[in-house]
């Protein structure tokens, strides 16, 4: 098969030649349930079933869609993956996939800069099934070494983190992994496949938000993992009875967005290296969490794994939490919300916007300043965002 390039794949990819009813696009196809013209028609199709061979058909919407199907085909097309499974939103897809591949009784080994409702997930509602988890710091191996035990199943971790934007060596990662027959799980919502593809250094599974960057237009939730298709296949059954399925009118929509996740990736890229630099040379901003800026300390790993650096920076402006506000509050292109990946740049106080019940003392505690802003790039002119974060900042 000829091997394309990612823009090339984002546009083609998972779509029939031609689509039913000679259509351009991939049609959504709205149905919770499917037909059979008679009984030797559903006996013939149990049979292929349980022999694997009831490929492109099913009896029931929550076994899968067709519009669906063509969104994982183009998503494991783009991650060099042998398969991808669609979940309702992020989080289904995170705790679906920790929810399979444990067992009562075993262990998780998460980094600590992880996205937090993943580390209350390892951290408190599995402790209802005697599941144990360990939070070692970002990076450090030795760490991560020492906390292995027999029982460890899975070791999750994101990169790039949020919000300070850490990149972990995913190589090192996989060999120490591997060596204890560990699966690794690495969320790489940040990055995109377009800047990052755990699969190649030997990552288990990886999985995104594709809420974000995906999408690309706040529009949709969803999530998705890929990897083998042993993995992938064990997941599904599991997604069956679980229950949180990827709805079709959303997979249309994520299938338009994902074929220009080229154009705009490579325009938020640009952004952020700018802006980046921008902000690390001015003299109200304490410090800037980029991974694009020889100053982050995990520049020199994100060079040799990375294309493109992303477009979220987090930056710490001079003063406390009211300083940062002002500075939120000054800027007049981009709009206060979480989330990022999308084609508006966002901005937000990590400190008010996901640890607000915190006081400022547990905020520090796990790493929140108070005077810690985050910016999700946009696709907007670079000059026009630069002259408005000026303007706030004066």
């Known amino acids: 098969m000829t091997q394309h390039g990612l823009s090339t794949t984002a546009v083609h990819a998972g779509s029939e030649r031609p689509n039913p009813h000679h259509s351009l696009t991939v049609p959504v196809t709205q149905t919770a349930t499917y037909t059979f013209a008679d009984t030797q028609d559903l006996c013939d199709f149990m049979d292929a079933r349980m022999w694997g061979m009831a490929k492109g058909r099913t009896e029931y919407g929550r076994y899968g869609n067709p519009t669906v199907a063509a969104a994982e085909s183009k998503l494991s097309a783009l991650e060099g993956a042998e398969a991808a499974l669609l979940y309702s939103s992020g989080m289904a897809a995170i705790t679906s996939t920790i929810l399979t591949l444990v067992n009562a009784g075993s262990h998780i ?10 580390r209350q997930f390892c951290l408190n509602f599995l402790k209802k099934f005697n599941i144990e988890s360990t939070v070692v710091p970002m990076g450090d191996f030795n760490a991560l070494e020492s906390a292995i035990r027999p029982e460890t199943k899975l070791i999750i971790s994101e990169s790039p983190t949020n919000p300070y934007l850490r990149v972990l060596d995913l190589k090192h990662l996989a060999d120490i992994a591997k060596a204890h027959n560990i699966k ?3 969320d790489a919502t940040f990055a995109t496949p377009f800047n990052l593809r755990p699969l190649d250094f030997g990552i288990d599974l990886v999985i995104h938000s594709a809420t974000k960057y995906l999408g690309g237009h706040n529009d ?18 599991q997604l069956w009875m679980l229950g949180g399925v990827f709805d079709p009118h959303s997979a249309y929509l994520l299938l338009r967005g994902l074929k220009t996740l080229g154009l705009r990736v490579e325009r938020q890229n640009q952004n952020g290296q700018r802006i980046a630099e921008f902000l690390e040379g001015h003299p109200k901003i304490d410090r800037v969490w980029y991974p694009g800026l020889k100053s982050h300390p995990d520049h020199e790993i994100s060079k040799k794994q990375m294309k493109g650096f992303g477009g979220v920076i987090s930056f710490e402006v001079k003063g406390d ?13 981009p709009i206060i919300a979480p989330s990022l990946g999308g084609v508006e740049t966002l901005i937000e106080q990590p400190a008010l916007m996901s640890y607000y019940e915190m006081s400022s003392e547990e905020r520090v505690a796990v790493g929140i300043k108070d005077n810690l802003i985050r910016l999700a790039l946009g ?3 670079t000059e026009d965002l630069i002259n ?3 303007q706030a900042l004066e």
Request: aromatic share 2%; glycine share 6%.
């Open 184 to 186: 690794t799980l690495v």
């Open 109 to 118: 080994i998460i980094t600590d800069d992880s996205y937090r409702r993943t």
């Open 379 to 381: 696709v907007e002119d």
């Open 388 to 390: 408005d974060l000026a």
């Open 321 to 333: 939490l009211a300083a940062a506000s002002k500075v939120v509050d000054g800027v007049r292109i």
């Open 220 to 237: 949709i939730l969803a999530g998705v993992v890929a990897g083998s298709e042993q993995l992938i296949a064990l997941l599904r059954q």
